[in-house]
């Protein structure tokens, strides 16, 4: 099993940025990639963006591509979220999670993770 353990979430105003981390420890070797996901009250937990630990692959949502930029740090065991021109809409608990398989398709699915961080809340005023 794979421990995660997230942090760096916070409130701020739109338009503001912030860093999340999430720090992976255990059985790291069987985890192949990593992902984002959030969920706000009243809605699924939905795919937010993944990268795979080997060559760093990355896949997001289009709701965030081009504000979100999500990085691994293979040595640290520690995945990151930029999350850049936050909007209110981005207001959710984010949860980092490990796969041990990777590509587009099976990583935007959240039944495809297998361990899963408690999560961190990222709260967006307007």
């Known amino acids: 099993q794979v421990q995660l353990v997230e942090s760096g979430g916070g409130l701020v105003q739109a338009g503001d940025s912030l860093r999340l981390s999430c720090a992976a420890s255990?059985?790291?070797?069987?985890?192949?990639?990593m992902g984002w996901f959030r969920q706000s009250p009243g809605k699924e937990r939905e795919f937010v963006a993944a990268v795979t630990w080997s060559i760093g692959v990355t896949y997001y949502a289009n709701s965030v591509k081009g504000r979100f930029t999500i990085s691994r740090d293979n040595a640290k065991n520690t995945v990151y979220l930029q999350m850049n021109t936050l909007k209110p809409e981005d207001t959710a608990v984010y949860y980092c999670a490990s796969a041990r398989f990777g590509g587009d398709s099976y990583l935007r699915s959240r039944e495809n993770y297998d361990s899963w961080g408690r999560g961190t809340q990222v709260t967006v005023s307007s």
């Open positions: 255990g059985r790291t070797s069987r985890s192949f990639a």
